[in-house]
């Protein structure tokens, strides 16, 4: 298990190796940093060789014009982090020549948030890929190019992914999973589980039931939920939450 870098004033990012992540990336000051096809290919394929170099398994992902949602799981604790620098690094390269600027691309830091498999994933799978109907870009998430709705319900190649072992459970075939897939999206998803992912990943607390936190906080020694509000107020803890 490994922290990460981290400001002293901000939680610390939880790498444990075999455990889904969601991580976001977002554009400087919430700028565009895709403006063409090209450029959402051109990530793709960063994403990609980095992701196998560092041996990152990346289950469902959706690129928005200003952020990118990713689903992904480590093989080893400093994994995500290697991923993410080197197709950032080499994404602003490519960026800034084809679109002739200079400067920096991403916000400093991405987001990301440790994932109970067993009682979150699909619902983070779901979170991700309906972005771009919350944002009142498509009607349906089958509509979109660039998310791995395409793959994951539709069966389109997509070399990206590799399927959790939760999602490999909705059937025994590859129609049986993508149909069982399908049938998650209908319908809207409930503002409590909206809220409950946002807040996780923005404020690198942990995604999941009272018993996996419990677990994650044995194992790394470190919060992952915000005190109740019968905690000590005047505690440095309460003061870390207050601060988030």
């Keep these: 298990m490994s922290y990460g870098e981290f400001p002293s004033w901000r939680l610390p990012r939880l790498y444990l190796p075999g455990c889904a992540q969601h991580v976001i990336q977002r554009?400087?000051?919430?700028?565009?940093?895709?403006?063409?096809?090209?450029?959402?290919?051109?990530?793709?394929?960063?994403?990609?060789?980095?992701?196998?170099?560092?041996r990152v398994a990346i289950h469902a992902f959706v690129l928005m014009t200003n952020h990118v949602h990713l689903l992904v799981t480590p093989s080893d604790e400093k994994g995500i982090s290697r991923m993410m620098q080197a197709q950032g690094r080499k994404y602003v390269q490519y960026f800034?020549?084809?679109?002739?600027?200079?400067?920096?691309?991403?916000?400093?830091?991405?987001?990301?948030t440790l994932v109970d498999a067993e009682n979150y994933l699909l619902t983070v799978y779901r979170y991700?890929?309906?972005?771009?109907?919350?944002?009142?870009?498509?009607?349906?998430?089958?509509?979109?190019?660039?998310?791995?709705?395409?793959?994951?319900?539709?069966?389109?190649?997509?070399?990206?992914?590799?399927?959790?072992p939760i999602y490999s459970r909705l059937g025994s075939t590859e129609v049986e999973r993508e149909s069982a897939y399908r049938?998650?999206?209908?319908?809207?998803?409930?503002?409590?589980d909206l809220a409950a992912i946002r807040e996780a990943t923005n404020k690198a607390w942990v995604l999941g039931d009272e018993r996996f936190k419990g677990q994650i906080e044995a194992k790394t020694g470190r919060r992952?939920?915000?005190?109740?509000?019968?905690?000590d107020r005047k505690s440095a803890a309460f003061r870390e939450v207050k601060n988030q």
């Design 183 to 192: 049938a998650l999206f209908r319908g809207r998803m409930p503002e409590r």
């Design 96 to 112: 800034n020549f084809t679109h002739g600027r200079t400067g920096t691309l991403w916000e400093g830091r991405y987001k990301s």
């Design 128 to 164: 991700i890929e309906l972005n771009p109907v919350r944002a009142g870009m498509v009607v349906h998430a089958s509509e979109y190019p660039w998310s791995s709705y395409q793959g994951n319900a539709l069966g389109k190649p997509v070399q990206l992914l590799t399927p959790h």
């Design 27 to 54: 554009g400087n000051n919430r700028a565009a940093c895709f403006y063409e096809k090209a450029d959402y290919k051109a990530y793709l394929s960063f994403l990609k060789d980095a992701a196998e170099k560092y």
């Design 224 to 231: 992952a939920a915000p005190l109740g509000r019968g905690g």
